[in-house]
């Protein structure tokens, strides 16, 4: 996990590990001279027939690494303007060092800089921006982004918040970002990963052993994270030790939501699975599903009384059910089984004026819970009390509320954990906004729980699994590709784990 650089450092986080590392013995110029030398090489790389540079800084240390990369892309050749924020006769610190170093002229900021430019490099704000963009630098910016010039930001584009990804007032737009030592939450979670474009990680000299003192929690998703843990069948396993997962149907006019969560399960390894519902649901479902099995059942009573065979281990509910008491009744019927829950779209609706009783009935059971709400089916269960906090805060948030996983969905997936680590997902591609996408996402979750994966886990894996289907399948994808999709994703996978 270290190896992959998957940990993301809060501005607060980062603060700290140039702090410690300082205290360690390297000095801060140092760290400066490496950030500014990446960020000029970033520049050199992608950009080797330009001409002309502007280089944008700001009074902080974010523009000290702009110094450092103006005076390398000078020596390489490129001719450069350097335009600084303010008087540099008030720079301090490591920046005034710097500022010192660089021996071409400077000008204040202003759109006459960005005249002539074939490329600008950004280094007005760092991540830690705490007050939004206004007055002369937002009119830079502004004409920056009409321009379309090619940029390359340091650390973050300017006006980006590096915690929240939230846009304070207005924001440059860059083909590139360079940051240090390790990603931040804000390089990944909406807005601001749209303004970063290709963002490229340099190691200053920060140890990543300090890591283990800031023990930061967040992480990217990938593979690296549960891999070791994903249910790969044994030689010698059978269809009853893989799990069995039971979805619940909607009725017979709604059953298409979950038979895409049942062959999703079945696709993700569950070595059973069955759509459960009414006589009339199952009629219509017998007459779709193959490997998938079909059951009648009347009710919450008929829900409660399948589930008293413990080797149905995982349960669904959610996709298509239908918002109202119904729904409600199955959903507490279900989790006071010992089968894993995953609940998605109107198993949570239906609780949207009794969220309290909801959570109540995660909180008492031991068996785990995994809730998959889009952003309006947040809303409407959790409420509106973090509306200006990130999206990583409100995942985090209703995580510790309610006692389960929470995936909050979208291009910027969240998955929290009542413990209060997450992860924040990169891989979904844009095509995955089609109808029933989320009830097949819901249906690899039940069915990695069915074969025994934690619930944090499953549900990092199923996101994971779910974008790389939705990028292979790619333009002109509906919900019932992913799955025809899912087995050369998983065999990627297990050439990822290895023999």
Not at 28 to 45: D, S
Not at 72 to 78: K, S, V
């Amino acid at each position: 996990m270290r190896d992959a650089m998957l940990e993301l450092l809060t501005t607060e986080e980062m603060g700290r590990a140039d702090r410690l590392t300082i205290e360690g013995g390297t000095p801060g110029l140092e760290l400066m001279e490496a950030a500014g030398r990446g960020v000029a090489q970033e520049v050199i790389w992608r950009y080797p027939d330009a001409e002309r540079v502007a280089v944008l800084c700001g009074p902080g240390n974010n523009g000290g690494d702009g110094f450092v990369a103006a005076r390398h892309l000078q020596d390489h050749g490129y001719s450069v303007r350097l335009a600084l924020l303010g008087d540099s006769g008030k720079l301090q610190g490591d920046a005034a060092e710097m500022a010192r170093r660089w021996d071409g002229g400077v000008e204040a900021l202003s759109p006459e800089i960005l005249k002539r430019a074939s490329v600008v490099v950004d280094a007005i704000f760092g991540a830690g921006l705490a007050r939004d963009v206004e007055g002369g630098v937002r009119g830079v910016i502004e004409t920056l982004n009409d321009l379309h010039l090619p940029v390359v930001a340091v650390d973050v584009p300017s006006g980006i918040d590096g915690t929240s990804g939230a846009v304070r007032g207005t924001a440059i737009r860059a083909e590139a970002t360079v940051t240090f030592f390790r990603r931040k939450p804000g390089h990944l979670l909406l807005p601001g990963r749209l303004y970063c474009g290709a963002v490229r990680l340099v190691d200053i000299g920060i140890p990543s052993g300090l890591l283990g003192d800031i023990a930061p929690q967040t992480l990217a998703n990938a593979p690296a994270l549960w891999l070791a843990g994903y249910p790969w069948p044994s030689l010698e396993a059978h269809k009853y030790a893989r799990g069995h997962t039971i979805v619940v149907s909607g009725g017979p006019e709604a059953t298409g939501a979950a038979r895409l969560g049942a062959r999703a399960g079945l696709r993700v390894g569950s070595g059973l699975v069955t759509l459960a519902g009414s006589k009339a649901a199952t009629a219509v479902n017998a007459a779709q599903a193959t490997a998938v099995m079909v059951r009648s059942i009347q009710g919450a009573r008929g829900l409660a009384a399948l589930l008293k065979d413990e080797r149905l281990n995982a349960v669904l509910i959610g996709p298509g059910a239908g918002v109202g008491a119904k729904t409600k009744e199955l959903v507490l019927t279900a989790l006071k089984a010992r089968a894993a829950c995953a609940l998605d779209a109107d198993a949570l609706t239906s609780f949207a004026k009794s969220p309290k009783t909801l959570f109540g009935a995660v909180k008492r059971r031991e068996a785990p819970v995994v809730m998959t709400p889009h952003e309006g089916e947040f809303a409407r269960l959790f409420g509106n009390k973090l509306s200006a906090g990130s999206k990583l805060d409100r995942a985090r948030w209703a995580a510790q509320t309610s006692g389960a996983v929470v995936v909050l969905k979208g291009a910027d997936t969240v998955v929290a954990a009542p413990e209060g680590h997450a992860v924040i997902n990169d891989n979904a591609p844009a095509w995955l906004a089609t109808a029933g996408s989320g009830d097949v996402l819901a249906g690899l979750i039940a069915g990695l729980l069915a074969q025994g994966m934690p619930a944090f886990e499953a549900a990092c894996a199923a996101v994971w699994l779910h974008g790389e289907a939705g990028s292979h399948a790619g333009p002109g994808l509906i919900a019932e590709d992913l799955t025809e999709w899912l087995p050369a994703v998983l065999d990627e996978l297990a050439d990822m784990a290895g023999p």
